[in-house]
């Protein structure tokens, strides 16, 4: 596990700012060589840290430990931040109306590849 948490840490250094590991260090209070043996998966950081590097890279902590392979993209952290500001009643309104909507889509697209009906027609579209 520390090898891949090693590689994340690496790869958000480099994504987010390309800071050398001295400066990435000092964002943590560490020097250099902390970095360094993080990155090469000699030593873990403590948990305040993983939890400040996942942050810094908008991902979760599942991510950083290599259990979720799909880095998030920037329209997903725009719908996940906006979700997470809503209310409780508002975020089920969100969810129902995306699940309303998918449902649609689906269907919609089902109706497509359905070839036309004797009159021409399609029909009408349910979901």
Known sequence: ???IIGKRILEVRKRISDLNQSDFGALFGVKNVAVSQWEN???????EVLEKVADMAGESLDWLFGREDKTISNEE????????????????????TVEEGVKWVVCHLRQKSKPPSRNGQSGSVRY
């Open 1 to 3: 596990m520390e090898k």
């Open 41 to 47: 998966g000699e030593t873990m950081p403590s948990v």
């Open 77 to 96: 952290r725009r719908l996940l931040r906006f979700f997470r500001g809503t209310s409780e009643e508002g975020q089920e309104i969100v969810l129902e």
